[in-house]
């Protein structure tokens, strides 16, 4: 027998062992999986399958009716209610994105450069996102109030005729995108902050060089760099904006009327205010698949946006 017979002969047997040889490494894993499995599975897989089932029955505050099917779902698509609060919704998420990610950037470019006091400057800008949710809406209802608030107080002072801010159904949602947006403009301004001192020096030494203007630079260098930092606080801020609850319900409760109900608010109105839980669990399901399918789009958006930038 040559040596390449012999080196293929003992090729062989060691593709013929290796099957054998993997499974006792799963079986030693196994128990350290399982009970993470099961706490996933316990979690969140099972409230999940729950809610869609509750979703599929005429569930009341007296416990479960009969099965419906999807009588929850049509009833759904034919709300008006639900028709209204979606679109409060799209328009609260999209501006609670946006003005945090431009004030952010903003703010990143200004404190990415060296001055006296930097750290504390820093300090003090990120202190409103370590507030808890209720205390923010206490502070802004105070601020927001037509007669004792300070808000119309400083506008007053520049001339401007006062606001009803959140008691007015024109101004309910912006008003509540301004609390949004100060407490989370620090969180976009972090994540870029981390993508700035992370550029390479090389690229804006040659184009300083070349006699390009700072405006340049950061339009040819700076944003298509830092591109992957900004889907990424994209992508939070979105789920974040999409699944607000408490800072509206706090100030608001979904008012004046149905002026800032979004689809959160909504569907605790549906569950815990007319206790049908039924209908609320459809709503659940609706809005966990808008969540879902937006993610997906961000994901993807995210990844087109880093190989732009490789």
């Not at 869609?52 to 419906?68: K, Y």
């Not at 990120?126 to 809406?137: C, D, W």
């Not at 401007?160 to 024109?170: K, R």
Request: proline share 6%; no cysteine.
């Amino acid at each position: 027998m040559t040596a390449v017979d012999a080196g293929a002969g003992r090729g062989r047997r060691v593709r013929a062992r290796r099957p054998n040889a993997v499974a006792p490494s799963l079986r030693t894993y196994l128990p350290f999986i399982l009970p993470a499995v099961l706490v996933v599975g316990a979690v969140i897989v099972f409230p999940w399958a729950f809610t869609g089932w509750v979703s599929l029955h005429d569930w009341q505050a007296t416990g479960a009716g009969g099965f419906i099917g999807l009588d929850n779902y049509a009833r759904l698509f034919a709300d008006a209610r639900f028709g209204e609060a979606v679109w409060h919704t799209v328009i609260y998420t999209v501006l609670s994105v946006l003005l945090p990610l431009v004030l952010g950037l903003a703010a990143a470019l200004v404190f990415n450069e060296r001055f006296p006091l930097r750290g504390l400057a820093r300090g003090i800008v990120i202190m409103p996102m370590m507030a808890t949710p209720v205390a923010i809406a206490l502070v802004w209802t105070m601020m927001f109030h037509p007669q004792l608030g300070v808000l119309n107080y400083l506008l007053s002072l520049v001339g401007i005729p006062p606001s009803l801010w959140v008691f007015d159904q024109g101004t309910v949602i912006p008003s509540l995108v301004l609390v949004e947006t100060w407490q989370w403009t620090p969180l976009v301004m972090l994540i870029v902050l981390g993508g700035l001192s992370a550029l390479p020096a090389e690229p804006y030494e040659s184009a300083q060089i070349d006699g390009a203007s700072w405006l340049q630079q950061f339009r040819y260098l700076t944003l298509p760099m830092i591109s992957p930092f900004l889907m990424v606080a994209v992508i939070i801020r979105s789920i974040d904006a999409l699944k607000s609850f408490d800072i509206i319900y706090a100030i608001t409760q979904g008012g004046p009327g149905t002026a800032s109900e979004t689809i959160n608010i909504y569907l605790y109105t549906q569950a815990f205010s007319f206790y049908d839980i039924g209908y609320g669990s459809a709503i659940a399901v609706v809005f966990f698949g808008i969540v879902v399918a937006m993610s997906l789009a961000l994901l993807w958006l995210r990844q087109r946006a880093k190989l732009a930038a490789n």
